[in-house]
């Protein structure tokens, strides 16, 4: 079945510093890829999306790309910020739903 | 804009007693989804909805009980609570299945005791 295996956290960084979060995934047929976040307290907001193979999405400074070669649509911002403390999920849209990673946490320090 | 609204926000239930988190969207999407978020697992799908009267289980499903009268609201409904339904609990909508994305409420806290 369809699934997504995203980076194991807690990720911890400095201000400023280069973020990568892996994601992979399995999926029959061709899925709409995203990720989301989730600030304390809160619901899960899109952050970006690509929806056929070779697209970019981006964001907020955010960018992933749908790679169909190698399965992947791994999380990448150049110059993190303190306010990007958050957990971060990849999903993609299969069937009748939504499957999501288990989330990876990011903690951004001053 | 008020999106996807969920309630209650917290609730503490006794092992055994029965309650329906609420949720209505006003976007007129088709989707409707019930999650549960557990610390490290991700979000689980319990039961979800691609219109009014039709529903059909997700991962999890087991004492949970859904239905959708209409195209805005989707009640989950818990029978029997018990401290395995410990967990926060989140409805989300999307217009279909195929590139659009799930917009989500606040969530509910909910702890069985």
């Known amino acids: 079945g369809d699934s997504v295996t995203q980076m194991e956290g807690p990720v911890t960084l400095s201000e400023e510093a280069f973020l990568t979060i892996n994601c992979t995934y399995t999926a029959t047929g061709y899925p709409s890829l995203f990720w989301y976040v989730q600030y304390p307290g809160e619901g899960l907001q899109l952050l970006l999306k690509a929806t056929k193979a070779d697209d970019k999405g981006s964001n907020k400074g955010f960018e992933a790309t749908y790679r169909k070669e190698t399965t992947s649509f791994h999380l990448e911002k150049g110059s993190v910020q303190v306010s990007d403390s958050a957990v971060y999920f990849c999903?993609?849209?299969?069937?009748?739903?939504?499957?999501f990673g288990t989330g990876t946490s990011l903690t951004v320090i001053p | 804009n008020a999106g996807v609204t969920q309630t209650p926000k917290f609730r503490i239930l006794k092992i055994g007693q029965s309650m329906t988190l609420q949720c209505t969207q006003d976007m007129n999407h088709n989707y409707m989804y019930w999650y549960r978020q557990d610390p490290g697992m991700g979000l689980k799908l319990i039961y979800y909805?691609?219109?009014?009267?039709?529903?059909d289980k997700g991962e999890v499903p087991n004492g949970y009980n859904v239905s959708r009268s209409t195209t805005e609201d989707f009640p989950l409904r818990l029978e029997l609570a018990a401290p395995s339904q410990t967990s926060v609990y989140f409805c989300?909508?999307?217009?279909?299945?195929?590139?659009?994305?799930?917009?989500f409420g606040q969530g509910t806290r909910l702890t069985v005791v």
């Open positions: 999903a993609l849209s299969g069937g009748n739903q939504f499957y």
């Open positions: 989300a909508s999307s217009r279909d299945r195929f590139d659009t994305e799930a917009f």
């Open positions: 909805s691609v219109g009014a009267g039709i529903t």
